[in-house]
């Protein structure tokens, strides 16, 4: 779901809120990484698990759903993470305000190790600015960082 969303959006980050408050930012590139190296486990897993599902439907029988059930919960669990496992549990998010300079925000960002901000209007998310939009739409353009706004080149949701 995540990955159409930021596929069809031309996203390459994602800000998850809870309750009203964004708790975590998602980057693409993360989640495919993270989908990838769990791909490689359960590959270099697959012999035992074949093994045990095997084990599954001699105890079964391959005529009641209790195998398939297996099955399905065992792929969701290896192939469709949730959020708590894509989601580090001390990450911080660095939050900003449009009227903040772009200087400030990076900071901010240089502070929490972060390559992106999300752009916050009233505690709710309404857009994201990252390390590419500074180099490309401040530094490229011969802006001054000190003197630009985050509402003048961050991405707006």
């Given amino acids: 779901m995540i990955l159409m969303v930021v596929s069809t959006g031309k996203f390459r980050h994602l ?3 809870d309750n009203g408050e964004v708790i975590a930012l998602l980057d693409i590139a993360k989640c495919l990484y ?5 791909m490689e486990r359960a590959a270099e897993k ?3 698990i074949a093994a045990a599902v095997e084990g599954v439907e001699k105890n079964w029988g391959t005529s009641v759903s209790g195998p398939n059930t297996f099955i399905e919960a065992l792929r969701e669990r290896m192939f469709r993470p949730s959020l708590s496992t894509i989601i580090s549990e001390n990450l911080k998010v660095v939050t900003v305000s449009p009227s903040e300079t772009v200087l400030a925000v990076a900071k901010k960002m240089l502070e ?3 390559s992106s901000a999300v752009v916050v209007v009233e505690n709710k998310p309404r857009g994201i600015l ?3 939009d500074i ?4 530094i490229a353009q011969s802006l001054s960082p000190d003197a630009t706004f985050v509402e003048k080149v961050s991405f707006f949701l």
């Fill in 15 to 17: 800000p998850v809120v």
């Fill in 130 to 132: 990252t390390s590419k």
């Fill in 112 to 114: 929490f190790r972060s």
């Fill in 135 to 138: 180099l490309m739409r401040v």
């Fill in 46 to 48: 697959g012999k035992a």
């Fill in 34 to 38: 993270d989908a990838i190296a769990r």
